[in-house]
């Protein structure tokens, strides 16, 4: 009986010695450097910064305070990034990297399998939960009205062997969500609506908008069509197609242009079109 005391009680010494040591003489400064360095040679244009980076238990890496840079703007933010990689997918000869981000008051997590000899081939996977639009670095970047929701979700990536062969898939939700303009639109000052659902597919540097549904109290809205993604993301090629359905108490919104909704909106509603590129988008009726 005494023996098995001491054995647990040295068993616990050395694991409690070996975890403190592993903290502390934790190499964040290299580790850090070691990722900055290949996420800053990844995308050009684009730099990763990290305030610090710490082990964490069950055995892996947290990143804090993660900002991403695009032409040397502030382009997106998270508070921490954990990442743990999964032991048993050694065995398959892949390395699967499960990871949990938060950031804009909301959650993502995932995972990230790829080859363990050398490759270019990536797939990743992820759900987003609770992320608020109002605080994203990027939409207010591109965007020049304050926006608001509730975004959630999931997508898939996948890189194959050639780099230039990604595609990705998503489905997401806005909920609560909202535009309000720095100038009113023909009289309306911001738009509402209870949920948008939205569907992309991307293939090379093609993104295509499946649809973008919304539904509000003033009107309802159906998008489609596709973005060339251009290396500058601002010159970025749009082609966009939708209608919108107005209700009576958008009409009441819009005394200008009333008698104008009226004679253009019948059963399919208003049609419009988005043209131009991301940075200059111009917007005409059908």
């Known amino acids: 009986m005494k023996k098995t005391k001491k054995r647990l009680l040295y068993s616990v010494y050395i ?3 070996t975890v403190f040591f592993l903290y502390y003489l934790f190499p964040s400064e290299d580790v850090k450097d070691y990722a900055l360095f290949y996420a800053n040679k990844a995308v050009p244009d684009v730099k990763v910064a990290i305030e610090n980076v710490e082990p964490t238990f069950p055995p892996g890496l947290l990143f804090n305070h993660i900002t991403i840079y695009y032409h040397g703007k502030p382009f997106f933010k998270a508070e921490m990034l954990r990442a743990i990689p999964g032991i048993l997918s050694l065995v398959k000869k892949e390395l699967t990297v499960y990871f949990k981000s938060s950031l804009y008051d ?156 009226k004679s253009r909106s019948g059963r399919k509603g208003i049609g419009f079109r988005i043209r131009g590129t991301l940075a200059r988008p111009t917007f005409s009726l059908k």
Request: charged content about 25%.
């Open 15 to 17: 694991i409690t010695v």
């Open 106 to 261: 909301g959650v993502v997590k995932g995972k990230v399998a790829m080859p363990l000899k050398k490759s270019n081939r990536i797939f990743v996977t992820a759900d987003i939960d609770g992320i608020q639009l109002s605080t994203m670095l990027a939409l207010k970047e591109f965007i020049p009205h304050n926006l608001s929701g509730v975004l959630k979700g999931a997508v898939t990536y996948l890189r194959e062997e050639n780099s230039n062969q990604a595609s990705a898939e998503s489905d997401l939700q806005l909920i609560d969500c909202g535009i309000d303009f720095m100038t009113p639109l023909y009289g309306i000052e911001n738009i509402r609506f209870n949920e948008i659902d939205a569907g992309f597919v991307l293939k090379g540097n093609r993104l295509k908008l499946e649809r973008i549904t919304g539904s509000g109290d003033d009107f309802d809205a159906d998008i489609s069509g596709f973005v060339m993604i251009m290396n500058k993301m601002d010159k970025s090629i749009l082609s966009m197609d939708g209608e919108i359905s107005p209700h009576p108490s958008l009409l009441g919104k819009m005394a200008q242009a009333k008698n104008f909704i």
